[in-house]
């Protein structure tokens, strides 16, 4: 068994928050708005950059 569940989707909205789905289609609402705030991620506050999240090998990022 994995110690954390696999990261299978993610679905980012306009208000800086994403649908996390996980295996067996468990569901968490993350709200990354506190987290702008930090230097390294201020990038991210372009709305179209920030939408452009995905998952790979279960892991999110951006291009």
Known sequence: MDAYPTLKA???FDDYRFLLTFGEN???M???KPILSHAFY?????IKLFKS???N???IGWV
């Open 42 to 46: 201020k990038v991210l506050a372009d």
């Open 57 to 59: 090998d279960g892991e």
């Open 53 to 55: 999240v995905s998952v």
């Open 10 to 12: 993610v679905t980012p």
């Open 30 to 32: 993350y709200d990354f």
């Open 26 to 28: 468990e569901r968490r």
